[in-house]
């Protein structure tokens, strides 16, 4: 499985298909910074149109994600459209960045989304980050000298718990995932280690005493 993602990941770098490289990034770092996971992002949009003008690439990797875009795109105008009825033109363009620019990610993902093989390196990139800022605010809490809480994520990373917690419930459910589907597969140290990392990731859940916990 990981020489396969390994191998989806060359194939892009050799392709030189910058735009989803710098996607798959994002998800990396959504959930250690926002603001640099939202650069990304827009980064990334950016290179996929320069791409498609200058490289002839194609903007949809597929028609279910041109017609997602379209669907994303009517929602995104209404949206726009019913607050500036609501509560005026310059209003909304003030509340823009903070209430309404993260509804542009309805159409925008779906242009920078490829087929369903490599779009599976999105979702362990994902996983990857969730994991990394768990251990580095961890590790800050200890060389600090502090208490591993809730609190911890909020001050050192600027990510409330509940995101986190989540993000964890996410990486827990593909792990039931990968079990219903490969548990034959799956040798007795693989079973070991898929077993003592759904375990933590509960722990870190209900050390959160976030009421995410309640759906466990």
């Keep these: 499985m990981y020489k396969e993602l390994y191998l989806e990941l060359k194939g892009i770098v050799l392709q030189k298909d910058f735009s989803f490289f710098v996607f798959i990034l994002s998800l990396f770092l959504l959930p250690l910074s926002i603001n640099f996971s939202t650069f990304t992002i827009i980064l990334a949009f950016v290179l996929k149109i320069i791409q498609v003008i200058f490289a002839k ?43 309404y620019s993260h509804f542009a990610l309805l159409f925008i993902a779906p242009i920078l989304l490829k087929d369903k093989q ?39 990373l600027d990510i409330h718990h509940t995101y986190i917690a989540i993000f964890l419930l996410f990486i827990l459910n593909q792990i ?22 759904a375990l933590g990731i509960i722990a870190v859940i209900y050390a959160l005493e976030s009421k995410v916990s309640l759906v466990i």
Aim: charged share 15%; net charge positive; with cysteine.
């Design 118 to 156: 490599q779009n599976k390196l999105l979702l362990y990139s994902f996983s990857l980050g969730s994991i990394t800022a768990i251990v580095c605010v961890f590790f800050i809490t200890i060389i600090n000298d502090m208490t591993f809480n809730r609190d911890s994520f909020l001050k050192y």
């Design 176 to 197: 039931f995932i990968k079990l219903i589907y490969f548990k034959r597969r799956l040798n007795n140290l693989n079973w070991i280690r898929i077993s003592i990392t």
């Design 57 to 99: 690439k194609k903007i949809f990797a597929t028609r279910a994600l041109k017609n997602s875009a379209l669907l994303g795109i009517l929602f995104f105008v209404y949206i726009i459209l019913d607050s500036i009825f609501q509560i005026g033109f310059l209003t909304t363009l003030a509340l823009f960045n903070k209430q």
